[in-house]
């Protein structure tokens, strides 16, 4: 099984919150990227309140916490201009 098989295929959560964090805790660029792009909801908080960014900042992952960030201000820019995501 492949770690990205199993990012996508955990039933835990159908909506892949906390895969998304789960990955941002354990640094993986690219599966952090797959599930942003299926729509998980990178302001998620998980079930023991932690967010993506503040997993990824704990654990030092500064590529994934400038990711983050700049989804979240393609976000934004959507919403202030209302582009289409």
Do not use: R, W
């Amino acid at each position: 099984m492949t770690l990205c098989y199993y990012y996508l295929t955990n039933e835990a959560d159908p909506n892949l919150n906390e895969q998304l964090v789960m990955a941002a805790s354990e640094g993986h660029h690219d599966i952090l990227s797959l599930l942003l792009s299926k729509g998980a909801d990178p302001d998620t908080v998980d079930k023991s309140g932690q967010t993506a960014i503040g997993e990824a900042m704990d654990y030092g992952h500064k590529n994934i916490v400038l990711l983050l960030q700049n989804y979240a201000s393609k976000k934004l820019a959507c919403i202030v201009f209302h582009c289409k995501s």
